[in-house]
Each structure stands twice: as structure tokens, then as C-alpha cells.
């Protein structure tokens, strides 16, 4: 194991089914894709680039906390989720934070009105679902913290919010008097409201993962207007390490 995480760098790893050439790491991806491929090589784990999609809606009462469900077998999983297998496990580089926004009644989403919500980097009071102050009541969530636990340990102890906060030189906007209305608000880069995570973080599918957003005060977030709710999403983005989790724990095991 020792001699194929020395050549994650380069050259070729010795893995199941054959070879694997691994290319030379210029970007810090590339440096953990070849050391995540080095690791599992011999256990017959496909690593490839993949996502997480965690959600909390929120509801129409104050709350000063959303938790997110990570494994696919916990709490009930929206149509837009993308949750961790028990036999997998999951490499972290990058993070992404939006306010999702949709239709619905009662505030109880379908499987259709989540595949159409917006995903927003800022809460816009010119969005439905926004206005009537909501929007200065969701600052709430840009002025908290995010946590990451697993099993004993916290990987994440607070992660300014902050971080995933974008507002872009374009937003949309009502028309008005000597004012053309915009459509949409500005997203001028590909998962506009991502931020780098240092270090990686390997979240397993067997272990208890605990990923929050604490608010300064508890704080209802729901939207005023009829027919309309706002959703928590956070992406986390990297590898996925297919069937790796009994694996993982026994790397783990034996480094103690």
C-alpha cells in the first residue's frame, strides 16, 4: 500500500484488473484523485468524479439550526438529492451553498416542484418567495456557521457561511420607471457559490455524519408569500469511491 500511494504522483499504480497510469498532478484534484486511485487500487474501488446533493427545507417556524441527512437510507430524500451509499465512500475538495426556491402548497414540495426550484447565491428580494422581508430575515443564514461531524470527530468545527455568499453585477429585478426588468439574477461561473475545502475530507457510509448550519438566532426562513418555500441546498463536490467503505475502516484501523 506503501509503494502505491508513493507513485500518486506519477507513473503507473498496480491495481486490481490492471494497471492504472497516473497522471501528473498540476491541480490539487488531480493530486487527490491519484491519491485516492493509489489508496483503493488493490481492493477492486472505482474512484470518479461525483456530488453530493444535500437538502433542508425550511420550515414555517424559527429555527436557529438545519441539519442535513447524508446517507441515502436516512429521513425521507427529495427528487433532487444525491445521497451517500452505505458501501461507498465520498472524497470532498470543494463545497457549494444555494437558497433554493419554488412553488408548492402547504410548504410540502413535490417531486416536480423540487426538480424546478431556482437555486439562488443570495437571498434576492426581488424574488418571489423573498419578498415581504424574507429576504433580510435569510441573511440569518449567511451570518452562521457550517459544521461537519463524523462518528467522534469534527472535521469542520465553523465555516463561515459568508464564504458561499454571491451577488453578482446583474440581478433580477422588477421593471420599472427607466428600468429594464432582468430575468435572472447573474451566474456567471460554474457552481457560482462554491468554495474550496481544505483539507479533503472523506466522508463513509458507514459512520454517523452530522453536517449543520447554526444561525446567530433562531430565525424563521420559510417564505411569507402563499405557495411558495425555500430550501437549503449544499453540494459537495470531488470523488466517489465506489464500494470503499469496509475498506476505509480498515486503512483507519490499521494506522492507529
Known sequence: MRR??????????????????????FSR?????????????????????????LESLAPTTAVSQFTFNTLDTSGVKTSTERRLKL??????????????TGTCTANAPTAAQYASQRLLTH?????VGFTGGVADLLEAVYNGFLTVRVDTTTFIDSLPMRAFYRVGTSQQVTAGT????????????????????LPTIELNGQSNIDISI?????????????GNFINMVLF?????????????????????
Do not use: H, W
Open 4 to 25: 502505491n500511494l508513493q507513485r500518486a504522483s506519477g507513473g503507473r499504480i498496480k491495481a486490481m484488473g490492471g494497471d492504472i497510469v497516473a497522471a501528473k498532478a
Open 178 to 197: 427607466n428600468q429594464n426588468g432582468i430575468a435572472r439574477d447573474e451566474f456567471p461561473l460554474a457552481m457560482y457559490g462554491r468554495t474550496d475545502l
Open 236 to 256: 459537495a463536490q470531488g470523488f466517489l469511491n465506489q464500494g470503499a467503505a469496509t475498506t476505509q475502516r480498515n486503512l483507519q484501523r490499521s494506522l492507529r
Open 29 to 53: 484534484k488531480q493530486a487527490v484523485f491519484n491519491e485516492k486511485a493509489a489508496q483503493y487500487a488493490n481492493s477492486g474501488v472505482i474512484t470518479t468524479p461525483g456530488f453530493l446533493r
Open 87 to 100: 458501501a461507498d465512500t465520498f472524497t470532498i475538495t470543494d463545497l457549494s451553498f444555494y437558497l433554493g
Open 214 to 226: 447554526t444561525l446567530p438566532n433562531a430565525t424563521v426562513c420559510s417564505a411569507t408569500t402563499t
Open 123 to 127: 437571498p434576492n428580494p426581488s424574488v
